[in-house]
């Protein structure tokens, strides 16, 4: 049943109770009048007087029944119009908290328009006055007042018309409801692509839009907190998780210069470091911070950090999906080499006691140890199905010392490791309640986004870089509506 529909069988009821009503009142009268009537002829003798009295308490114990159904009646009504006010006002509070920080729209005017179209005037009898005002509050909090008057049209039936210049005062009842709604504290860690293939336009364009994001939370930043995350080859932190973020993020995005490799897993992994997300291990669900992470990327994984032994000297570095002589990287900065070459692999030690040699007489040369080869879940020992394809069919060897694996097969392997050391730092991440958004532009693989994504619902993808900002924009309108309690 629509609300029209519903209003017009309201005032159709309405409007028969009062014609009932009206017949007993006049019948009331006409049996009053008979019986005074008869008492007037007969002399008012005993039995007269006891079938009068008799009519006179039947017609009182009606009339009083009636006035009860009517009063049900009307308070049915108010408690409709009441129930329909609150629909109202809670649809418009969680529109407004909601749209809180949006930039683009007045949240207040926002809040008062949706209220009056889920309430129309006249609606379930009321009057055709309807006041419906949303105002915003501390701390993210919005709250919705609206009121109405029904019209009490039983109880005039019952009042009669009042004297000439007197309004009756049981015309109208007035109605009211009230609604609020809160966004929740959240945190959110940006992990933007800044590598070489982002060089131009693309750039330029996710500055735009990582910025029009944060436009979004200017009014909640003083509870809520922001990291930024941007890489290439290294990782930096340009903003560690804090509150009062809004100004000086947009000034780290201003600073973002595309060079460098693609360190996906990296950036992923310190999004769970002392600069990403705080630890809410233990937190009942109902005190937990919604945590996001907002994941934006051009291309595929083509580094990795871990520790490397050259000439007896342990370096935490950046290693590259490379088939040349590539050196380390230094895995702080975006893109600063070492002075260290990545290749040969070996065992890592001085010349003088390496058992990598070549020549004739055989002479120990320098060459480079990868840790990660000796790893239990990434290294040639491993014997997952993943590790079966990728690791030791192609560097064909179980050695993780292996002297001078051929650069291609390092290449293949890199390339293979930086993807699954990225999935794998995601599902930490989701372990723990992050949910992970993804933006990919251009040529990126789809597959590995959706890999680490929260879902199919956290997945964007754009070929063109000046759509990124309405990508950015739906992100953050959808993250608002998750945190409205």
């Known amino acids: 049943m629509n609300c029209a529909r519903a209003s017009r069988r309201y005032r159709e009821h309405s409007s028969s109770v009062r014609c009932l009503m009206r017949l007993h009142m006049k019948r009331f009268k006409n049996i009053c ?62 529109v407004g ?38 105002t915003i509050g501390e701390q993210g909090k919005v709250y919705v007042t609206a009121s109405a008057n029904v019209l009490n049209q039983i109880a005039q ?58 436009d979004f939370f200017t009014q ?27 100004q000086p993020m947009k000034a780290a995005i201003d600073s973002l210069v595309a060079s460098g490799g693609t360190n996906t897993e990296d950036a992923l992994d310190q999004a769970d470091g002392p600069y990403g997300f705080t630890d809410q291990t233990g937190v009942p669900g109902d005190e937990r911070v919604q945590q996001f992470l907002i994941f ?14 050259r000439n007896g000297v342990d370096y935490d570095a950046v290693g590259y999906a490379a088939d040349w002589n590539i050196r380390l990287m230094k895995p702080d900065e975006q893109f ?25 007489p055989p002479k ?17 020992s491993g014997y997952s199905e993943f590790l079966d394809v990728y690791y030791v069919d192609l560097l064909n060897t179980s050695d993780p010392e292996q002297c001078n694996i051929s650069k291609w097969r390092m290449k293949n392997y890199a390339e293979a490791i930086t993807k699954q050391m990225a999935i794998d730092h995601a599902a930490e991440l989701k372990a723990k309640g992050v949910k992970i958004y993804t933006i990919g532009l251009g040529n990126v693989d789809q597959e590995f986004l959706s890999a680490i ?23 953050a309108t959808n993250i608002k509506l998750r945190l409205i309690q």
Not at 73 to 91: H, N, P, T
Not at 160 to 165: A, I, K, M, S, Y
């Open 33 to 94: 009048h008979r019986n005074q009537h008869s008492s007037q002829h007969h002399g008012f003798h005993a039995l007269g007087n006891q079938r009068g009295a008799f009519m006179v308490t039947m017609a009182f114990s009606l009339l009083t029944m009636l006035g009860f159904i009517a009063l049900g009646i009307e308070v049915g009504r108010w408690y409709v119009v009441r129930a329909e006010l609150s629909k109202a006002v809670d649809a418009a509070a969680l």
């Open 97 to 134: 908290a909601k749209n809180i920080s949006n930039p683009y729209v007045n949240a207040e005017t926002l809040m008062t328009q949706v209220g009056q179209a889920n309430f129309k005037p006249g609606l379930f009898g009321t009057d055709g006055t309807v006041q419906i005002t949303g």
């Open 157 to 214: 039936a019952f009042a009669g018309e009042p004297p000439v210049g007197q309004e009756n005062p049981l015309t109208t009842t007035g109605v009211s409801a009230f609604g609020a709604a809160q966004q929740r504290d959240v945190e959110i860690v940006m992990v933007l692509d800044e590598s070489g293939s982002m060089a131009g336009q693309p750039i330029e364009d996710l500055k735009v839009a990582a910025k029009s994001f944060l």
């Open 220 to 246: 909640t930043q003083a509870n809520d907190k922001f990291a930024l995350i941007a890489f290439a080859s290294g990782v930096e932190v340009k903003f560690p998780l804090g509150p009062n973020f809004v």
């Open 296 to 309: 934006f990327s051009d291309g595929n994984p083509t580094a990795f950090r871990g520790m490397f032994t």
């Open 336 to 360: 600063t080499y070492l002075n260290v070459y990545q290749y040969r692999t070996g065992d890592g030690l001085p010349k003088s006691s390496t058992s990598c040699q070549s020549g004739s």
């Open 364 to 380: 120990g040369y320098y060459n480079t140890k990868w840790w990660v080869l000796e790893d239990p879940v990434y290294g040639v």
């Open 453 to 475: 994504a929260s879902g199919p619902a956290f997945e964007y993808y754009t070929p063109d870089s000046a759509e990124l900002e309405a990508l950015f924009q739906k992100i």
